[in-house]
């Protein structure tokens, strides 16, 4: 079971639930990937609604990452995300609003 208290969200992958995280590391790492100088940046974006589905790819896969998840954006893609592109994108809108609002 995930614990939002530490940022914690469940993504359930081919039928396997696994734990995503925005740890500090997997934010900058998120930073660099969506080229962002900054975390207000990470969060401007997102409130301005200006993400696409690359964006929502890589925060999933930084979040994994933080979690333990050694795995790479091309097999995030080659994977089932239970409940689609819709999870997808409100799994990371969570993981986001974890990391710069603490536990909602």
């Known amino acids: 079971m995930v614990n939002p208290m530490r940022g914690e969200v469940e993504l359930v992958l081919d039928g396997r639930p696994h734990r995503a995280r925005l740890t500090l590391g997997a934010l900058a790492e998120l930073e660099t990937e969506l080229d962002e ?3 207000t940046g990470l969060a401007r974006r997102l409130e301005e ?3 696409s589905s690359r964006d929502i790819l890589s925060v ?11 795995g790479s954006t091309a097999d995030l893609m ?6 689609g592109p ?3 994108a409100r799994a990371a809108a969570r ?7 603490g536990a909602a």
């Open 37 to 39: 100088a900054g975390l």
């Open 49 to 51: 609604g200006r993400f």
């Open 60 to 70: 999933l896969v930084a979040g994994l990452r933080g979690a333990g998840w050694s």
């Open 78 to 83: 080659s994977v089932q995300i239970e409940g």
């Open 86 to 88: 819709l999870e997808a």
């Open 95 to 101: 993981l986001l609003t974890l990391a710069f609002r």
